[in-house]
């Protein structure tokens, strides 16, 4: 009994490593592109591409996730695992050029913490409360959840006016059920429950609960990219970029103390150091 638990607390360091990893390499890699002005330019335009990436990333993980030889393969586990890390990193790239570094790492900050409670929380569930053995109901209503967020996000696009209510109910609707899969899958980890996790599979169960993560990001984006509620109005020094910043909760630009607006002129464009701009092309 002594060694199961010494070779399950083994396997279970090996998940969270390659996890930390993973965490540690994305973060890195997103603050370059939002720092760098000439990543932030480049990857701004390149959406399609992304796009690809990400689809890419997803059929390697289907690939992985049925493919048992690639799983169990000595080499091609590492490579095709680290691979599925880096095209999601990369497809996050068009989205992190359009955001700043204090809401990236503060949003990264959060949705990190809210992972860690969460598998803290399923780890030390009572054994009457074991999430691997009640998996049909977790299913059914993880189910029911995704389906009223989706009715949160359809009135946050067709509703403007209630557009940061709906899409807040419909992010949080979302991250409990992930939140509620990350507890599952640290259940399985640990390996005290019904069903246990194989010890050959740590580099999936990495995998799983990194997607988990990334569901739980990528919408913090909306907040990021909309509003920018950590980052300063006066933020430009941090960042090497030269376009014009966006002031918070507004498509206003950024002025300067000698650039003043005319409360009065609802004409289409303004000028920024004497440069005429559109604002139709502001955040673009």
Not at 1 to 12: A, L, N
Not at 25 to 35: C, D, E, P
Not at 155 to 170: D, G, K, P
Not at 184 to 196: C, S
Request: net charge negative; hydrophobic share 55%.
């Amino acid at each position: 009994m002594e060694g199961h638990r010494r070779i399950r607390k083994r396997f279970s360091r090996k998940c969270y490593i390659n996890l930390a990893a993973f965490m540690l390499l994305a973060i890195i890699q997103w603050i370059l592109i939002a720092v760098v002005e000439t990543f932030r330019g480049f990857f701004r335009e390149q959406i399609f591409s992304c796009i690809a990436c990400f689809g890419v990333a997803l059929l390697l993980f289907v690939i992985f996730l049925f493919a048992q030889r690639v799983r169990h393969h000595r080499f091609a586990k590492w490579a095709v695992t680290y691979l599925i890390m880096e095209l999601h990193v990369v497809s996050f790239f068009v989205l992190v050029a359009r955001s700043w570094i204090p809401d990236i790492l503060i949003f990264f900050g959060l949705c990190i913490a809210a992972m860690i409670i969460s598998m803290i929380i399923g780890c030390h569930l009572s054994y009457t409360m074991d999430m691997t053995e009640n998996m049909g109901p977790h299913f059914l209503l993880s189910f029911l959840l995704a389906a009223a967020s989706v009715y949160f996000l359809m009135h946050s696009v067709q509703i403007e006016e209630l557009i940061a209510y709906n899409f807040c109910t419909f992010e949080l609707l979302l991250s409990l059920v992930m939140l509620s899969f990350i507890m599952l899958h640290a259940q399985t980890i640990k390996g005290d429950r019904l069903v246990q996790m194989n010890l050959r599979e740590y580099l999936l169960s990495a995998l799983l609960i990194y997607h988990e993560f990334l569901a739980i990001y990528v919408m913090t984006f909306f907040w990021q990219i909309r509003y920018a509620y950590f980052t300063p109005n006066d933020f430009f020094w941090f960042s090497t970029s030269s376009t014009v910043m966006l002031t918070k909760h507004t498509q206003h630009p950024d002025l300067d103390d000698e650039d003043e607006i005319d409360p009065q002129d609802d004409s289409d464009s303004w000028t920024y150091e004497n440069v005429p701009i559109d604002i139709d092309i502001l955040g673009k």
